[in-house]
C-alpha cells in the first residue's frame, strides 16, 4: 500500500497550489480520504477530508480557498487532490495525505511541504 504526495512547494501569500496524493495497493473506494497538515512544533491537523460517498469536509481555515476532490478510476490507482488557493503563512506546514477504511484500518503518506511566504 502506498500514499504518494507531490506538489507542494514554496510560493508566496496569495499564490495557489495543487497537491495530488496517488493511492495504490489497496481498495481505496470503500475508505474516506483527506488531507491534513502539521506546522513545526503543532499537532497535526484535519484540513479536508472527502467520503467514499463523496461527503466533504472542511476546516474552517480552509473553507472558500481550498477545494478536495478525488478521482477513483476502477481497477486502476487512486487520486486524491487539494486545490489550494489565496495560501496565506499559516498554511505553511507538511501535508499529508490519509486514508481511513475501516476502524482498524488506515493509511498515510510521507507528507508534502508546503511553505507560504509573505
Known amino acids: 500500500v502506498q500514499l504518494v504526495e507531490s506538489g507542494g512547494g514554496s510560493v508566496q501569500a496569495g499564490g495557489s497550489l495543487r497537491l495530488s496524493c496517488a493511492a495504490s495497493?489497496?481498495?481505496?473506494?470503500?475508505?474516506?480520504m483527506g488531507w491534513y497538515r502539521q506546522a513545526p512544533g503543532g499537532e497535526r491537523d484535519m484540513v479536508s477530508t472527502?467520503?467514499?460517498?463523496?461527503?466533504?469536509?472542511?476546516?474552517n481555515s480552509a473553507k472558500g480557498r481550498f477545494t478536495i476532490s478525488r478521482n477513483m478510476p476502477k481497477n486502476s490507482e487512486h487520486t486524491l487532490y487539494l486545490q489550494m488557493a489565496n495560501l496565506r503563512s499559516d498554511d505553511t506546514a507538511m501535508y499529508y495525505c490519509?486514508?481511513?477504511?475501516?476502524?482498524?484500518?488506515?493509511?498515510w503518506g510521507a507528507g508534502t511541504q508546503v511553505t507560504v511566504s509573505s
Open positions: 490519509a486514508a481511513s477504511c475501516t476502524q482498524y484500518v488506515s493509511f
Open positions: 495497493g489497496y481498495d481505496f473506494s470503500k475508505c474516506e
Open positions: 472527502i467520503s467514499a460517498r463523496g461527503i466533504i469536509k472542511y476546516d
